[in-house]
Structure formats: C-alpha cells, structure tokens
C-alpha cells in the first residue's frame, strides 16, 4: 500500500526560496514516476513537473521552467521540489503524485496515488 506524504510548504516573501519533499511509503519506489502538481483556489489542478523513474530526466510547465527543479533520491524513498524566486502567482496547495511504470504524465487523471498537499503561499 503506497502512501506520499509531502512537507516543506510555507509563507514566503515574493523572490523566496522553498524546497518541498514527498515521502513515499511503500515497495519499489524507482518503479514510479513522480510528478508535482498545484491547485489555486478558483484553478483547475495544474500539472507542475515531473522526473523520470531513474531521476534521469525532467519535465516542467513553461511558468516555472528556470525557477523549479525537481529532483529524486531513490535511496531515500522521497521527490523534491526546489523552488526559487517564488512569485504570487505560485501560491497553491502542492500535491505530489506517483503512477507505476509511467514517467513524465501531465494529467492529473493519469494518476491514482496523491498526497494530502502542502500549503504555499507568496505574499509580501
């Protein structure tokens, strides 16, 4: 039974830092692809980025392209999300997801496995 557990949000200052991370309980976590996506209030969930079952390679919506990294530790069982010179625009609840055998999905509906979300917010 696969559980994600995401920590790391926040209230930052536009032009801020935060790092999320998604804990994944469970067997065989380099066998999922790993993805972050966002929901705004009034906002549709918005596909974020997404790294491949190795850590290999990465995918990004173009808002976030240069400011976002995701990255994976296959050791630690956890997903990453660096994010820097936050704007407010940015301000969502963050949920990360996993699928098995799949890398780089951007539908929401491609995943069956979530994590609660974590509350960040820019605002000066």
């Known amino acids: 039974h696969v559980q994600l557990v995401e920590s790391g949000g926040g209230l930052v200052q536009p032009g801020g830092s935060l790092r999320l991370s998604c804990l994944f309980s469970g067997r065989s976590f380099a066998t999922y692809g790993m993805t972050w996506f966002r929901h705004a209030p009034g906002k549709g969930r918005e596909f974020v980025a997404a790294v491949t079952l190795s850590g290999t390679d990465t995918s990004y919506v173009d808002s976030v392209k240069g400011r976002f990294t995701i990255s994976r530790d296959n050791a630690k069982n956890t997903v990453y999300l660096q994010m820097n010179s936050l704007k407010p625009e940015d301000t969502a609840t963050y949920y990360c997801?996993?699928?098995?055998?799949?890398?780089?999905?951007?539908?929401?509906?491609?995943?069956?496995?979530w994590g609660q979300g974590t509350q960040v917010t820019v605002s000066s």
């Open positions: 997801a996993a699928v098995l055998w799949r890398a780089l999905a951007r539908a929401p509906n491609d995943y069956s496995i």
